[in-house]
């Protein structure tokens, strides 16, 4: 039976997203005292299987999968989604959802800069054709949409318990790091975002997959995914270029490694170009015919400083006792990675369990330090063990070059390196997979429960 739900996850997971939506349809008011049965009868199933010794990881993951979508389906189901709390949904006068609104209704793309008209065109073409499907139904545009951004990001769940298995060999140690990385609070927030973020997390965690996979199954198949990924990454935001870069630089360090398979490494990376290439090549196109830059920035004006404090000030009792405090580049990642930037939600009801959730954050990013230094000293002589450390310190790189030139507070958003997430839980279960003290362990679990519990009580309540 929990094969059965593992193998049909994603149609299952689909079919949940359809049926709230056609109850929001029906009657809005019915969708949040359902989900709230539905989540009454997963806790009573949850304690039932528990109690009756029936309950294991591998079923217990098909809980988190399930509370993984009540959580963002609460914040669904409360919040517009074309309110405040979404990023530039109108900003310049041609925010995101203008965007993606022109794209359905003039099946083409903007002729020139406006707004957000400078982005890359996946997303919004992505949306665009299911703002069109809504149009013609006579539905909740807005909602449809966002049902979509929501099935992207529960498709994740699958792609990223597939990534994780690549390399671990405990079903604790998937089951631990696929918590974390579907409860953890970013990911909560842009399962739901209408800008481009989600899409560039989806087609990100995708091509990382599919690099990995190329590792152990070194195939033209894999490598053609992977460039066709790498480029709808790159084409969804340009910081996506982080993607190709990581790929170019593992290529270089696995060709001196293994110099005596140059011919065959040279065709597999023939086969990368040769799928990276044909899409971003339109785009560049694209860019030359209507004279705008690669790496536009519209804002010009610096709110910011650029010393060393401004960089890597981190006050960590400042933000346990008021989560959103702190305006350093770490602080300011740090914050919008647990509460985005948006500190008009964080009601005083809810302000004890912010302060609870943040002081977990940094116990959590603390351990995944801890863990993903030992996982690579521990296979530091196997190649594809650097990806996630290159893929990791290029995005980080490219962030800091960018925050240097645009020092402004907005340029130092969590959502610019919104991939590291997957970072994040592949490097919490490759490293607990590592370590054999049960005491250590049992330590590491309680931590992890009470930080998802914790992420999904308060993003559960948010309004």
């Given at each position: 039976?929990?094969?059965?739900?593992?193998?049909?996850?994603?149609?299952?997971?689909?079919?949940?997203?359809?049926?709230?939506?056609?109850?929001?349809?029906?009657?809005?008011?019915?969708?949040?005292?359902f989900?709230?049965?539905?989540?009454?009868?997963?806790?009573?199933?949850?304690?039932?299987?528990?109690?009756?010794?029936?309950?294991?990881?591998?079923?217990?993951?098909?809980?988190?999968?399930?509370?993984?979508?009540?959580?963002?389906?609460?914040?669904?189901?409360?919040?517009?989604?074309?309110?405040n709390?979404q990023?530039?949904?109108?900003?310049?006068?041609?925010?995101?959802?203008d965007?993606?609104?022109?794209?359905?209704?003039?099946?083409?793309?903007?002729?020139?800069?406006?707004?957000?008209?400078?982005?890359?065109?996946?997303?919004?073409?992505?949306?665009?054709?299911?703002?069109?499907?809504?149009?013609?139904?006579?539905?909740?545009?807005?909602?449809?949409?966002?049902?979509?951004?929501?099935?992207?990001?529960?498709?994740?769940?699958?792609?990223?318990?597939?990534?994780?298995?690549?390399n671990?060999?405990?079903?604790?140690?998937?089951?631990?790091?696929?918590?974390?990385?579907?409860?953890?609070?970013?990911?909560?927030?842009?399962?739901?975002?209408l800008?481009?973020?989600?899409t560039?997390l989806?087609?990100?965690?995708?091509?990382l997959?599919?690099f990995?996979?190329w590792?152990?199954?070194?195939?033209?198949?894999?490598?053609?995914?992977?460039?066709?990924?790498?480029?709808?990454?790159?084409?969804?935001?340009?910081?996506?270029?982080?993607?190709?870069?990581?790929?170019l630089?593992?290529?270089?360090?696995?060709?001196?490694?293994?110099?005596?398979?140059?011919?065959?490494?040279?065709?597999?990376?023939?086969?990368?170009?040769?799928?990276?290439?044909p899409?971003?090549?339109?785009?560049?196109?694209?860019?030359?015919?209507?004279?705008?830059?690669?790496?536009?920035?519209?804002?010009?004006s610096?709110?910011?400083?650029?010393?060393?404090?401004?960089?890597?000030?981190?006050?960590?009792?400042?933000?346990?006792?008021?989560?959103m405090?702190?305006?350093?580049?770490?602080?300011?990642?740090?914050?919008?990675?647990?509460?985005d930037?948006?500190g008009?939600?964080?009601?005083?009801?809810?302000?004890?369990?912010?302060?609870?959730?943040?002081?977990?954050?940094?116990?959590?990013m603390?351990?995944?330090?801890?863990?993903?230094?030992?996982?690579?000293?521990?296979?530091?002589?196997?190649?594809?063990?650097?990806?996630?450390?290159?893929?990791?310190?290029?995005?980080?790189?490219?962030?800091?070059?960018?925050?240097?030139?645009?020092?402004?507070?907005?340029?130092?958003?969590?959502?610019?390196?919104?991939?590291?997430?997957?970072?994040?839980?592949?490097?919490?279960?490759?490293g607990?997979?590592?370590?054999?003290?049960?005491?250590?362990?049992?330590?590491l679990?309680?931590?992890?429960?009470?930080?998802?519990?914790?992420?999904?009580a308060?993003?559960?309540?948010?309004?």
């Open positions: 039976m929990t094969n059965l739900l593992e193998k049909h996850a994603w149609w299952i997971g689909g079919a949940i997203i359809l049926l709230l939506f056609i109850l929001h349809e029906i009657n809005k008011a019915i969708n949040i005292p989900l709230y049965v539905i989540l009454a009868c997963s806790i009573i199933a949850f304690i039932l299987l528990f109690i009756f010794k029936k309950m294991n990881y591998k079923i217990a993951l098909l809980f988190v999968f399930l509370l993984g979508l009540l959580v963002r389906l609460f914040i669904m189901y409360r919040i517009d989604p074309l309110s709390y990023h530039d949904i109108f900003w310049g006068g041609f925010g995101h959802w965007y993606i609104k022109y794209v359905a209704e003039h099946l083409n793309l903007p002729p020139n800069y406006n707004g957000e008209a400078f982005q890359p065109p996946v997303h919004y073409i992505i949306m665009g054709v299911f703002y069109r499907i809504a149009a013609v139904f006579k539905l909740d545009i807005p909602y449809f949409v966002q049902c979509v951004v929501l099935y992207m990001n529960f498709l994740l769940f699958i792609v990223m318990r597939k990534l994780i298995m690549l671990a060999k405990k079903e604790a140690s998937l089951f631990w790091g696929m918590i974390i990385f579907i409860m953890f609070p970013t990911n909560i927030i842009y399962a739901l975002s800008n481009n973020d989600p560039f989806f087609f990100s965690v995708i091509s997959y599919y990995l996979l590792f152990k199954h070194k195939t033209y198949k894999n490598i053609a995914l992977l460039g066709v990924f790498s480029s709808l990454t790159f084409l969804s935001k340009a910081t996506g270029a982080v993607i190709p870069v990581t790929v630089i593992i290529a270089v360090i696995y060709a001196m490694a293994n110099w005596r398979e140059i011919k065959t490494t040279l065709k597999h990376a023939g086969v990368y170009i040769v799928s990276f290439v899409l971003t090549l339109l785009y560049f196109i694209r860019l030359i015919h209507i004279k705008q830059s690669l790496f536009y920035n519209p804002e010009t610096s709110s910011l400083g650029n010393t060393l404090k401004d960089f890597i000030g981190f006050a960590a009792i400042g933000l346990i006792k008021n989560p405090a702190g305006n350093s580049l770490f602080e300011y990642l740090y914050k919008t990675s647990m509460f930037e948006y008009q939600y964080m009601h005083n009801y809810v302000l004890p369990l912010a302060k609870f959730l943040s002081t977990l954050g940094l116990i959590v603390a351990i995944w330090v801890v863990l993903f230094i030992i996982n690579i000293i521990k296979e530091r002589g196997i190649v594809k063990t650097y990806i996630l450390p290159v893929f990791y310190f290029v995005t980080m790189a490219v962030m800091f070059v960018y925050r240097y030139d645009h020092p402004n507070l907005w340029n130092e958003h969590f959502r610019y390196i919104l991939p590291v997430i997957a970072v994040y839980g592949i490097g919490i279960s490759w607990y997979d590592k370590i054999n003290n049960k005491y250590i362990r049992f330590g679990n309680i931590i992890f429960v009470l930080f998802a519990v914790s992420s999904f308060y993003y559960s309540i948010l309004s």
